[in-house]
């Protein structure tokens, strides 16, 4: 059996009490980084092995689905928040699938869900993009197509790349692209900024340093769309 379980993004109290259980049962955890676990084991006093999953790596894969074929009841982890969600756990989880091995995923935390419940955007759907290409035709091709759809656009982005992407999105979306900034997302220091593109990069580009971690919300909408989308069908 393989259990997916998610573990906080930030404030470690984020676990649910089936993860705790799920982890404190499981003859292995596998996870990306045994330090970075052993955080949370530690201050949940979950005394399981930790291995490392190494999903560059297919003596890693081929290693966890061989303890997995043995019958061992094994949790995936990732150093934070929901595996599989630009995070490794997916060829694992395939692999596992394909050889006819239960696998269990468990509700829980994860940034995307956080940041767009925090939002307060209409419910109707989003288009979520994880990490966004480095390239800015490629970010510009993959923006169009999503704001297409009409959808808010959900994006995952590293502290050294937000200006340079805001710059992107106001140099070929236009000034007044409505954007949702969350940072440090259930940490001390949670940041929410909203407004158009121009401002919410004149803000972060007025700081020192930009740290922490960023979800960037775009919505193609206007406020009217907006509402009229979120009428009962
Ligand atoms: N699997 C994770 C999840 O379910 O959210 C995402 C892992 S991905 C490697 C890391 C990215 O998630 C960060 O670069 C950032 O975009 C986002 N992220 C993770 N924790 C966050 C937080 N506390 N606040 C804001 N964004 C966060």
Redesign the pocket.
């Known amino acids: 059996m393989l259990y997916v379980v ?1 573990t906080p ?3 470690l109290q984020d676990i649910t009490m089936r993860a705790l259980e799920v982890l404190k049962a499981a003859d292995f955890i596998f996870c990306e980084d045994t330090r970075q676990s052993a955080k949370l084991m530690q201050n949940y006093a979950v005394n399981t092995k930790l291995l490392r999953y190494n999903e560059a790596d297919a003596n890693s894969i081929a290693r966890c689905l061989d303890i997995l074929k043995e019958g061992k009841t094994c949790a995936l982890i ?10 490794p756990g997916w060829k694992l989880v395939k692999a596992a699938r394909q050889a006819g091995i239960k696998i269990n995923a468990l509700p829980g ?7 767009l419940s925090g939002a307060g955007l209409s419910g109707g759907g989003f288009t979520f993009l ?2 966004t290409s480095r390239k800015q035709g490629k970010i510009v091709k993959m923006i169009s197509a999503a704001f297409a759809l009409e959808k808010p656009v959900v ?5 050294h790349r937000v200006i340079k992407f805001l710059e992107i999105i106001l140099q070929n979306f236009g000034p007044q692209t409505k954007v949702i900034s ?6 001390t220091f ?1 940041e929410w900024l909203q407004g158009g593109v121009e401002e919410v990069l004149a803000n972060l580009k007025a700081r020192k340093k930009i740290l ?5 919300i775009l919505d193609p909408r206007a406020q009217n769309e907006e509402e009229e989308q979120d009428e009962p069908a």
């Open positions: 998610p993004i930030g404030n990732s150093d934070a928040g929901t595996p599989c969600v630009s995070d935390p994860s940034a995307l869900t956080c940041a994880g990490f994006i995952y982005e590293s502290p969350a940072r440090e997302l259930t940490k949670e922490g971690e960023f979800v960037l």
